[in-house]
């Protein structure tokens, strides 16, 4: 039973160029989360999907940032216009569906994303 | 929204010795209390989780207590050894269908050999 698998592993992008991050849960899951660390930090929540449908995108910046999760596919995470301040360590999270039931989160290996 | 802090922010014990970390969350309504490990470069991976109807679990040398009326948990290591230096997370949930997640802001457990 695979993991959550997330892609690229490591990504540099230079400043005002775009960035693409994937993420596929582990098989059952339909609830993805996505979660940004700075070096030497927590994990700061940023977008929390269901398939087609975005639950909760209270942690991600307004502008640049959005987050999808289609019916097919992985779900992305896409920064346009990148800046140095983007740089950091992201992660996908998912859990299973089921009321009355909290589930662990069971994290991706992350991308890192480097803005040069 | 939820509120969890986190202390201390890092930890050095010898080996063999216990290191215990704690967490206090804000909201009530909060039902479930996931610890993670991370290690350096790596994903957090789950070591423990307690549900709000249950005040202690342990599994071999790892402990959570959980004190609903005070809200909050705390994550007992026993006989540590140098593998476990990590970085710790405590996180706090109270979702049926919708299952957000506050997490800690980590604490850095050094055991020296």
């Known amino acids: 039973n695979a993991g959550v698998m997330q892609n690229p592993r490591h990504l540099v992008r230079r400043r005002g160029q775009e960035a693409r991050l994937r993420c596929s849960p582990m098989?059952?899951?339909?609830?993805v989360y996505w979660y940004r660390q700075l070096p030497e930090e927590g994990l700061k929540f940023m977008v929390y999907?269901?398939?087609?449908?975005?639950?909760?995108e209270s942690g991600m910046p307004k502008e640049r940032f959005s987050a999808e999760f289609p019916k097919e596919g992985p779900s992305i995470l896409r920064i346009q216009q990148v800046v140095r301040g983007d740089s950091a360590a992201y992660f996908c999270?998912?859990?299973?569906?089921?009321?009355?039931?909290?589930?662990?989160?069971?994290f991706g290996n992350g991308t890192r994303l480097t803005v040069t | 929204g939820e509120n969890v802090e986190q202390h201390p922010s890092t930890l050095s014990v010898q080996e063999g010795d216990s290191a215990v970390i704690k967490c206090t969350y804000s909201?009530?309504?909060?039902?479930?209390f996931p610890w993670y490990k991370q290690e350096l470069g790596k994903r957090p991976q789950l070591i423990i989780d307690?549900?709000?109807?249950?005040g202690e679990k342990k599994d071999q040398r790892i402990a959570v207590t959980l004190n609903k009326t005070a809200k909050h948990f705390s994550l007992h290591i026993t006989e540590t050894q140098p593998e476990d230096s990590a970085v710790y997370f405590c996180?706090?949930?109270?979702?049926?269908?919708?299952?957000?997640?506050?997490f800690g802001s980590g604490t850095k457990l050094n055991v020296k050999p």
């Open positions: 098989k059952g899951h339909s609830h």
């Open positions: 996180a706090a949930s109270k979702g049926y269908n919708f299952n957000k997640f506050y």
């Open positions: 999907l269901q398939k087609e449908n975005i639950i909760d």
């Open positions: 307690i549900r709000s109807n249950v």
């Open positions: 999270a998912s859990s299973p569906s089921g009321q009355g039931i909290n589930s662990p989160l069971h």
């Open positions: 909201d009530s309504a909060s039902n479930y």
